[in-house]
């Protein structure tokens, strides 16, 4: 299949149908994803994945199923992003950590519990946040601010993002993979409609199944 979930505005629909589950930066919201990783590869996943990791690494997963891209050099690329970005936040709430969380008193408890974990369970929290529904971004704001020391940080860091990687990325390619013998005698506007649809069930369901867990450790 020569290319990744075609049309000019596949990005818009992604974004869409995970309103009011996630949050990204403005310009992040007007991207064309799907665009970006046919043309830039490798670039666009090391970029996307620290702004909007799950959807990024997802559709980089699809795009290795389909031969665009190669499959550890994908999970290789979205590993660096994710680490990159967790890493900036970090060291960002390591100087800065308490002025920025006075800022959203609204979520004093989440934070509380957070700063909670963060005492009992250093480690698994450095590894786990990025799996934590809820603390993609806190969580390393509150690592950096709870002052665990950044040599202790960074492996975890590292080896957290490669166990993160390579999950989302896997489950992207299988997806590739479960649809893709249906594919092989449709029409090519219905293939890629299918595609779409593929890529936006993906998203919203990882997302539903991490907002789902976060909840169960909440309780």
């Known amino acids: ?20 589950v996630c949050l990204m ?41 389909q031969g ?3 499959f550890p050099l994908v999970a290789a690329a979205v590993a660096l992003g994710g680490m990159m ?8 709430g390591r100087c800065y950590g308490g ?7 609204r979520y004093h408890t989440k934070i ?24 993609r971004v806190v ?8 002052r665990l020391p950044p040599k ?7 080896l957290g993002a490669l166990v993160w990687a390579l999950l989302f990325t896997t489950l992207g390619y299988l997806g590739g993979e479960v649809i893709a013998p249906w594919l092989h005698d449709l029409d090519q506007h219905l293939r890629h409609g299918i595609w779409l649809i593929l890529a936006i069930v993906l998203v919203v369901g990882v997302r539903w199944w991490l907002k789902r867990r976060g909840k169960a450790e909440a309780r």
């Open 99 to 105: 002025k920025i969380l006075r800022r959203f008193p």
């Open 112 to 135: 509380r519990r957070a700063q909670k974990m963060i005492q009992r369970h250093p480690y698994l929290f450095v590894i786990g946040t990025r799996f934590m529904y809820g603390f």
């Open 85 to 92: 970005g967790d890493q900036l936040l970090y060291l960002l």
């Open 68 to 70: 665009l891209l190669k």
């Open 152 to 158: 202790i940080f960074l492996p975890l860091n590292i």
């Open 139 to 146: 969580g390393p704001l509150l690592i950096g601010a709870s």
């Open 25 to 65: 930066p403005e310009v992040v919201l007007h991207m064309d994803i799907n665009t970006l990783i046919t043309h830039y590869g490798y670039a666009a996943l090391v970029i996307g994945s620290m702004a909007e990791g799950e959807t990024v690494t997802l559709l980089g997963g699809v795009a290795a199923h």
């Open 1 to 20: 299949m020569a290319k990744l979930v075609s049309g000019q505005n596949v990005g818009f629909a992604v974004h869409a149908s995970c309103q009011g």
